[in-house]
């Protein structure tokens, strides 16, 4: 069998991962590859640090036309879907914890706070958190939260930002969603451990029944809840993640002779506003043009004023 050069798409590093490890037999043949998400790209960047990156990988998740709308936007809108589906709890009146104030949480707390929830935003990134606070949201740390909040949900791409501590100070009847990448943002094994039982009550709501009397549900099983109990981000959001996935490999392989360095690269600039442009003029939206004169005024240092 002849062997064909590739290209990788991957969405959290995974295959990546697999050809550094289980087959490397198959890196000689990969021009580079392309990463959707947020948490794949911390991977990548750690390979890179390390050494072990052996080939070029482009951050898509970085283009501006990738996370400002799929995470934010698509996350959002799809992780209410999910919550809504599986429990058809109010939204309105409740208190609604966002643990991680990047994009996707940004996205969530804006969708909660729409229909009417009192959103608390939970953050370690000072800068983020002032920003939540500047936005309208109530801030403060997980020990807090975890006593007032009603419904949960994590998108911090990190590892058990809800504990066991959370579970037990939360009020009887607390959801508990993720949206973030991975199933580890909530610590499940230390919610197990101290239920005294647990039973599935509606598609993809299990109840923990704590020794406090306390009940706690937790949807999809800690899994993406956006995911999990409704369909992901619309197509609309969608197309602007793939375009860029598309026009970065196109990339990549008209570059495959120059021997790029394997290191992450940013989606190009050029790209990037492609696809914005491609995007309004898919909505029928239309663009203001710069004018000769406002160039012109744009690219000199020497015009203050007009006169
Ligand atoms: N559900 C989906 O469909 C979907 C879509 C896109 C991205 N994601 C995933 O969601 C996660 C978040 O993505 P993002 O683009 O918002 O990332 P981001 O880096 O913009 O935001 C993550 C935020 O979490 C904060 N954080 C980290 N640890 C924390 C902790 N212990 N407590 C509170 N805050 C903490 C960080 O400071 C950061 O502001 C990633 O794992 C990403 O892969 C999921």
Known sequence: LQRQPMVTMDDGADLISMLHTDRRDLLDDVIGGTEETTTGVIRLRAMEADGTLAVPVVAVNDAMTKHFFDNRYGTGQSTMDGILRATNVLLAGKTFVVIGYGWCGRGIARKA??????????????????????????????????????????????????????????????????AGHFNVEIDIKALQAMAESVALVRAGVEEYKLPNGRRIYLLAQ?????????????????DMSFANQALSIKWLVAGAGENRPAKVYAVPEEIDKQVAELKLKAMGVKLQELSEEQRKYLASWALGTTD
């Open 113 to 178: 706070a729409g229909i009417g929830a009192h959103v608390v935003v939970v953050e370690v990134d000072p800068l983020k958190a002032l920003e939540a606070v500047m936005d309208g949201y109530r801030v403060t740390d997980m020990a807090e939260a975890a006593a007032i909040g009603q419904m949960f949900v994590t998108a911090t791409g990190n590892l058990h930002v809800i504990n066991g501590s959370h579970f037990a100070a939360m009020p009887d009847g607390a959801i508990v969603a993720n």
């Open 222 to 238: 800690g899994r993406l809840v956006n995911l999990a109990c409704a369909e992901g981000h619309p197509a609309e959001v969608m």
